[in-house]
């Protein structure tokens, strides 16, 4: 499985941006897919995570109320899309695939089996 996120970019504090994850290969068997962001001199963190076949959405409380994950009938791309961004929110954001079905495991980049290239939001003030 390949996995591509794009959508990243420079914006203003208070904007939105929708960044997108595309698949390739063998995707049926990819129960969850989710989002982190590493900021320089920082551990990569959990942002959100989906589903894919009943749309169950996992946020960090840092995000919720601002960002959504979603998904095209239980396929990709997964979309996650932010708004009210924050300079805070300054990361390279990463997609991954988990062949997990349970979702405890969405929040910790060990728990994903498939990770795509970065792709930058920097959020100025």
């Known amino acids: 499985v390949q996995l591509q996120a794009s959508g990243g970019g420079l914006v203003q504090a208070g904007g939105s941006l929708r960044l997108s994850c595309a698949a390739s290969?063998?995707?049926?068997?990819?129960?969850?897919v989710g989002w982190f962001r590493q900021a320089p001199g920082k551990e990569r963190q959990f942002v959100a995570a989906?589903?894919?076949?009943?749309?169950?959405?996992y946020y960090a409380d840092s995000v919720k109320g601002r960002f959504t994950i979603s998904r095209d009938n239980a396929e990709f791309p997964v979309y996650l899309q932010m708004n009210s961004l924050k300079p805070e929110d300054t990361a390279v954001y990463y997609c991954?695939?988990?062949?997990?079905?349970?979702?405890?495991?969405?929040?910790?980049?060990?728990?994903?089996?498939?990770w795509g290239q970065g792709t930058l939001v920097t959020v100025s003030s």
């Open positions: 991954a695939a988990t062949n997990a079905y349970y979702g405890g495991n969405y929040y910790y980049p060990h728990g994903y089996d498939y």
């Open positions: 290969g063998r995707t049926f068997s990819q129960y969850g």
């Open positions: 989906i589903r894919r076949n009943d749309g169950s959405t």
